[in-house]
């Protein structure tokens, strides 16, 4: 059996490597990805959210993010759950869900869905676009002006200065 050099085997994935770092997400692909996989998920713009804030609107905001995202900064009034089988409300309890561009929150909103909750929506552009917006963000009760970047990769979605950490 012939031996393939060590240089075949690694140069492919160095390739993949290398394309990962340079293929910068934007947020007109995260959006279309968005869509095509969770076709059924309905949105709420950040604007309209900040809006329905301001006027009272009664619904439930959810963080789906990792405690440690969460524990940065997160919108006013939202509670952390990452699993969906830990909600209990009433099934037509208005609920509005992110992350931190909107794939896991997406995801979270399907399996929501598909528990019977029938007024659930995903915040397009999620916490990254509400923080680039300067829309208000606490941490524990102090307003904040930083939030988790949660990777190089997405973290460039996020205005740099608002970055809770140096990218390394």
Same mark, same amino acid.
């Given at each position: 059996?012939?031996?393939?050099p060590?240089?075949?085997?690694?140069?492919?994935?160095?390739?993949?490597? $290398? +394309?990962?770092?340079w293929?910068?997400?934007?947020? !007109? %692909?995260?959006?279309?990805?968005? %869509?095509?996989?969770?076709?059924?998920? @309905? @949105?709420? &713009?950040?604007?309209?959210?900040?809006?329905?804030? !301001?006027? +009272? *609107? *009664?619904?439930?905001l959810?963080?789906?993010? /990792?405690?440690? !995202?969460?524990?940065?900064? @997160?919108?006013? %009034?939202?509670?952390?759950?990452?699993?969906?089988k830990?909600? %209990?409300? =009433?099934?037509?309890?208005?609920?509005?869900?992110? $992350?931190?561009?909107?794939?896991?929150?997406? *995801?979270?909103?399907?399996?929501?869905?598909?528990?019977?909750?029938?007024?659930?929506?995903? #915040?397009?552009? &999620?916490?990254?676009?509400?923080?680039?917006?300067?829309? =208000?963000?606490?941490? !524990?009760?102090?307003?904040?002006? &930083?939030?988790? =970047?949660?990777?190089?990769?997405?973290?460039? #979605?996020l *205005?740099? /200065?608002?970055?809770?950490?140096?990218?390394?």
């Amino acid at each position: 059996m012939k031996r393939i050099p060590g240089f075949l085997f690694f140069f492919p994935l160095l390739l993949l490597l $290398c +394309g990962f770092f340079w293929n910068k997400p934007t947020w !007109e %692909a995260i959006n279309q990805g968005i %869509a095509h996989d969770y076709p059924a998920v @309905h @949105h709420i &713009s950040t604007d309209t959210l900040k809006a329905d804030l !301001e006027q +009272g *609107k *009664k619904m439930v905001l959810i963080d789906v993010r /990792e405690k440690e !995202e969460y524990g940065v900064s @997160h919108l006013p %009034a939202a509670i952390n759950i990452i699993h969906a089988k830990d909600i %209990a409300l =009433p099934k037509d309890t208005p609920i509005v869900v992110y $992350c931190s561009v909107g794939v896991r929150s997406a *995801k979270f909103a399907q399996k929501l869905d598909k528990l019977g909750y029938t007024n659930v929506l995903n #915040l397009r552009g &999620s916490i990254f676009e509400w923080a680039n917006k300067g829309f =208000p963000l606490i941490r !524990e009760k102090t307003k904040v002006k &930083s939030a988790h =970047p949660f990777n190089r990769k997405w973290g460039t #979605l996020l *205005k740099k /200065e608002l970055h809770s950490y140096k990218q390394k």
